[in-house]
């Protein structure tokens, strides 16, 4: 048995408050409250709720780690040449250069074509560049590894020379070499380093971030009834585990991020339960990801809208993950997003002003 710390009831501002609220990773949001998860095997068997004023005194060692996890700031992401500030949600834009991706797949004529659309999305306000040669949507078949290099390097090398942040999107350790030695500096990896066993060790060379993300089931059969006994135990727990792996390869801690994988191997049901309980996995003390951007749960949840249709149901995904705390946020829609993200911002500066 264990105990996990959710955090709960956001509050507008801390002043006034003293001791009776926390504030979320050195981000932008506070909270009041904790729901408390005892955990029995993979599934809570209870949970209670404490008020932040009461909450040192029910920690242990376990818990008192997770606490200072959960209220201590995130250092800068260092990208290459960029410094990535945490403690304000980012924009990570996705750049699929796959032919068969589910939301713009086969988009680009060329290298060039495909780099000039990366750099406008960073134009647009993307602090990170997201490219992607192997689509993982559910049912995609997989692609051989010399195809998925010879789409994302050149893509990865224009982008990189041009100064952007550029991450690669992809399970193989050729391609995260490939695309490495072309200028991209994190790696994102959808099978959180468990589909390639040499990934890891290439990863712990490199030096740079990466980004792991949970998933259940291989893509091709990932959304044939997903079971988890609790969804939100499940994932931390897994999470928990691929960090231990993770820095057992050498990997630093500090150059790990988390990423509960919306929509791999998941319910329309487990996906709203991981945003609404989001908040949980900042006690992991890594940077958090999300990416819920024209998914299937949208359509589920509104009249079946295609993925070219479901910007205002990304957005509503994307604000979600930004009050749960959420430092990095991986949308198709750019200079939507940002904007969005701005208004949200400016409530959150305008509550966190002092009045006098
Ligand atoms: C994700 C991803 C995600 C991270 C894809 C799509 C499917 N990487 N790669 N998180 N999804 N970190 O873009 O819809 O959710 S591919």
Redesign the pocket.
Known sequence: MRKLLRPTAFVDAPFGYDGQVARLAGGLSWFSAVEILTVDGQRRSASELVGVADIEDRLDDDTARQWAALTGPRAPLQLGQRTIRLDQPQVMG?LNVTPDS??DGGRFADAAAAAEAGADLAGQGAAIIDV?GES??PGASPVWVGDEIERVVPVVRILAGGGAAVSV?TRKSEVMSAALDAGASLI?D?SALTFDPRSAGVAAAAGVPV?L?HHQGEPQAMQDDPRYDDVLVAIYLWLEERIAAATAAGIERSNLLI?P???FGKSVAHNLELMNGLALFHSLGCPL?I?A???RTIGALANEAPPGQRLGGSLAFALKAAEQGAQII?VHDVPETVQALRIWRGLRDQALTPRN
């Open positions: 996705i589910f939301s992607g993982t949507r999107d994102n959808v980004l993300m990423d994988g919306f929509g990801v990416g951007s024209r998914k991986r």
